[in-house]
């Protein structure tokens, strides 16, 4: 199987989720769920994932509702694609239907982790860009600089001779 008949199949996974959300609308709502209004959610039925006012909001529509589900397809698809083309295992058609049903899930939660994402890659290139900086622009904290004293001799330097020093000495006269 090619990366296009994975796409495809990973499009039915995308389609098998939606299904399940239609059905799941009907027994809980009663109407389809692109009708499901404010006066179809029943009073008890409030969910603590709902913002204040979201209960009042209009029924989205057919148009709307047959909007989402194919964007929802298409990124079903094309995870499935992309796996596929790039791993050899992800070609298995049971695979490619799993990473479909999943795509719209995984893609929520890596869209919650990309803050963290950037603020490590900024952080780890700021921390490449000070480990390659230039030595003559700053030396690094751990080196001694050099001293400008010298070390102290244990021992006291010879002093040299006249006749070390190059002169000349004659015999029976004194430096």
Do not use: C
Not at 29 to 55: F, N
Not at 59 to 69: D, H, L
Request: hydrophobic share 45%; charged share 20%.
């Amino acid at each position: 199987m090619d990366w296009l008949a994975a796409a495809a199949v990973g499009g039915l996974g995308g389609i098998a989720i939606e299904a399940y959300d239609i059905i799941t609308a009907l027994k809980w709502h009663g109407v389809a769920p692109w009708k499901v209004g404010p006066d179809t959610v029943k009073r008890p039925a409030r969910r603590p994932d709902l913002r204040p006012g979201e209960e009042k909001l209009p029924a989205p529509g057919r148009a709307a509702y047959t909007v989402a589900v194919v964007l929802s397809t298409l990124v079903s698809a094309t995870l499935a694609g992309v796996l596929a083309a790039t791993y050899d295992y992800a070609t298995v058609p049971a695979v490619s239907f799993a990473v479909g049903m999943g795509a719209i899930g995984s893609l929520q939660r890596l869209a919650k982790l990309v803050p963290l994402l950037v603020a490590n890659l900024v952080n780890s290139s700021l921390q490449a860009m000070v480990a390659t900086r230039r030595p003559e622009d700053k030396p690094p904290a751990d080196t001694k600089e050099p001293s400008v004293e010298p070390e102290p001799a244990s021992e006291p330097a010879p002093t040299e001779t006249p006749a070390e020093q190059g002169e000349h000495v004659t015999e029976g006269t004194t430096p």
